[in-house]
């Protein structure tokens, strides 16, 4: 019995592994265009790292639960979920592409233009109505080109995509 437990861990954490493999090197630049931090020099995104690695503990754990959803959609939702809930204490970004835009005009222009999720989903996972999400893409997308000044940033009272 103690066997095949073991076997199945093992099972498991090579398929964790394997998903890891693939999809660690997106999810971090996911994460690290999110806390806007710079790329170079290697290793200095480490609020990104860090959210990746409890985005992808909190995956691990929920591995065997998964019955064939998508770990990578998984995984970046509790990314997503993760920066919202800690935005409302944001750090002041260090120079990193982003770093103009506030961190929900991040989160939704990544999660849309980056990642491809549909506005619906989007919206959901948000807890934010489409069109909200629509007018967030759109000033986010005309602060990138320049046609519009940065939003004013300011501490938000509460965590994105909390209720009033």
């Given at each position: 019995?103690?066997?095949?437990e073991?076997?199945?861990?093992?099972?498991?954490a090579?398929?964790?592994?394997?998903?890891?493999?693939?999809?660690?090197?997106?999810?971090l630049?996911?994460?690290?265009?999110?806390?806007a931090?710079?790329?170079?020099?290697?290793?200095?995104?480490?609020?990104?790292?860090?959210?990746?690695?409890?985005?992808?503990?909190?995956?691990?754990?929920?591995?065997?639960?998964?019955?064939?959803?998508?770990?990578?959609?998984r995984?970046?939702?509790d990314?997503?979920?993760?920066?919202?809930?800690?935005?409302?204490?944001?750090?002041?970004?260090?120079?990193?592409?982003?770093?103009?835009?506030?961190?929900?005009?991040?989160?939704?222009?990544?999660?849309?233009?980056?990642?491809?999720?549909?506005?619906?989903?989007?919206?959901?996972?948000?807890?934010?109505?489409?069109?909200?999400?629509?007018?967030?893409?759109?000033?986010?997308?005309?602060?990138?080109?320049?046609?519009?000044?940065?939003?004013?940033?300011?501490?938000?009272?509460r965590?994105?995509?909390?209720?009033?």
């Amino acid at each position: 019995m103690r066997e095949r437990e073991a076997g199945r861990q093992r099972r498991r954490a090579r398929e964790f592994e394997t998903f890891v493999a693939g999809a660690a090197g997106r999810l971090l630049h996911t994460a690290t265009l999110l806390t806007a931090e710079p790329v170079r020099p290697p290793g200095t995104n480490e609020r990104a790292q860090r959210l990746l690695t409890s985005a992808l503990a909190r995956t691990y754990a929920d591995w065997d639960r998964l019955h064939g959803e998508d770990p990578y959609n998984r995984t970046r939702q509790d990314l997503a979920t993760r920066f919202a809930r800690e935005a409302w204490r944001h750090h002041r970004p260090l120079g990193g592409l982003l770093d103009r835009l506030t961190p929900q005009e991040r989160l939704v222009l990544v999660l849309r233009l980056y990642e491809g999720v549909a506005e619906e989903q989007t919206a959901a996972l948000l807890g934010l109505p489409a069109e909200r999400i629509r007018a967030t893409l759109h000033r986010s997308v005309a602060t990138m080109r320049g046609t519009r000044e940065p939003t004013a940033r300011r501490r938000p009272a509460r965590p994105l995509g909390a209720a009033p």
